[in-house]
């Protein structure tokens, strides 16, 4: 019984340490959101100031409709990385993929900020084949612009199938798509990488990194990317506490690991001055 005791607090004294090691180090985020309904309650330089007061260097950054990713970038332009979202409001989210303005509507807004990427967009199943997808497939492979789709395992397929050479996050690995799913795909699919917020199962009832997880990361510490979602205003209001959930699983990582999910995938795929 003492050993076991023993063991948990070498353990819990382990994970503090290295959580305040990367804390000190900072994180890239892959998945922020600064849409309208946060405006006036969160103005610019304060969700910029929220963002580095949780140690978050970089920020992938989109929203609804795309001029919100275009005000944080005008704010910190080292921070922020902004993702053309191909959204006009909340309502075109259930109709982009089938409207035949949108090529247009991305074409004008790429030329107003450096944008690096268009999503992250929400399509599912065969909707990802449609031709408007495909012309954004298109300008996307034109100007070598990542894309970050939030899909089904069917849309994310037909993603990939039509995207290539196109560098793809795929939005929250899926939630809780099985974890042989994903290694398949990576395996199957060299450009795909995954980003991390919501995702079911890498940790298990008390917070420790699952042996499935911890076999994947280190499988392929390539192809992961930090993300915490602030798509609603309460999100931002827990961004302390999901950045300090995923510095906690991120500890039990060995230190190259968690600096390439943290920070360096992030880096590979958005170098700092690309676009300035």
């Given at each position: 019984m003492k050993s076991k005791t023993l063991t948990i607090l070498l353990f819990l004294c382990y994970v503090i340490i290295q959580t305040a090691l990367l804390k000190a180090a900072g994180l890239h985020d892959a998945h922020i959101h600064y849409s309208q309904d946060v405006w006036s309650d969160l103005p610019v330089a304060l969700a910029i100031d929220m963002l580095k007061q949780q140690g978050i260097e970089r920020a992938l950054v989109s929203a609804t409709p795309t001029e919100g990713a275009e005000k944080l970038y005008h704010e910190a332009p080292q921070l922020v990385v902004p993702m053309l979202r191909p959204y006009k409001n909340w309502r075109h989210r259930f109709q982009w993929f089938n409207d035949p303005s949108l090529k247009n509507y991305i074409q004008q807004h790429l030329q107003r900020v450096p944008y690096q990427g268009i999503g992250e967009f929400h399509v599912?199943?065969?909707?990802?084949?449609?031709?408007?997808?495909?012309?954004?497939?298109?300008?996307?492979?034109?100007?070598?612009?990542?894309?970050?789709?939030?899909s089904d395992y069917e849309g994310i397929v037909?993603?990939?199938?039509?995207?290539?050479?196109?560098?793809?996050?795929?939005?929250?690995?899926g939630f809780d798509v099985p974890v042989d799913t994903i290694r398949a795909l990576l395996v199957d699919y060299p450009e795909l990488y995954i980003e991390l917020s919501y995702r079911e199962g890498i940790v298990d009832s008390q917070n420790k990194l699952t042996i499935e997880w911890y076999r994947l990361f280190t499988e392929f510490p390539d192809r992961f990317l930090l993300g915490h979602d602030t798509y609603k205003p309460s999100r931002w209001a827990e961004l302390p506490e999901l950045v300090d959930f995923s510095r906690s699983w991120l500890s039990q990582l060995p230190v190259d690991i968690r600096q390439a999910i943290s920070r360096n995938n992030f880096d590979y795929l958005f170098p700092l001055n690309k676009g300035s």
């Open positions: 599912f199943g065969n909707d990802a084949l449609s031709s408007v997808v495909k012309q954004v497939i298109a300008i996307a492979q034109e100007k070598q612009l990542v894309l970050h789709a939030h037909n993603l990939l199938n039509n995207a290539d050479k196109v560098k793809l996050i795929w939005a929250h690995g």
